[in-house]
């Protein structure tokens, strides 16, 4: 199996910068790329970036491109995702997630491993 842990998340007010990570471990052999998705109250989850472990091939959701930029540390498994110009409506609990699917997805049934989430809360 695979295990993933986030960390990072907080209260931090609209404007304001947060950063994320996510360690994976386990049988992360199969894994081709990692996801960030988010989820609000009362909403589905949602896709927010996306990467490959090979290549560092990146996607974005149009909500957050220009403002969050993900990265990953291959020899340390870890994925991270930097949030630059938080607004209220960034609110979630976000998830990281693996995936055996070769190519990047956005789409939550292509993810395979899905770690516990962590709460995002930005002030207006």
């Known amino acids: 199996q695979v295990q993933l842990v986030e960390s990072g998340g907080g209260l931090v007010q609209a404007g304001g910068s947060l950063g994320l990570s996510c360690v994976v471990s386990g049988r992360t052999f199969s894994t081709y790329g990692m996801g960030w998705f988010r989820q609000a109250p009362g909403k589905e989850r949602e896709f927010v970036a996306a990467i490959s472990w090979g290549t560092g091939s990146t996607d974005y959701a149009d909500s957050v491109k220009g403002r969050f930029t993900v990265a990953r540390d291959n020899a340390k498994k870890t994925v991270y995702v930097q949030m630059n110009s938080l607004k209220p409506e960034d609110t979630a609990v976000y998830y990281c997630?693996?995936?055996?699917?070769?190519?990047?997805?956005?789409?939550?049934?292509?993810?395979?491993?899905w770690g516990q989430g962590t709460q995002v809360t930005v002030s207006s």
């Open positions: 997630a693996a995936s055996t699917r070769i190519g990047l997805s956005s789409k939550t049934y292509e993810y395979n491993y």
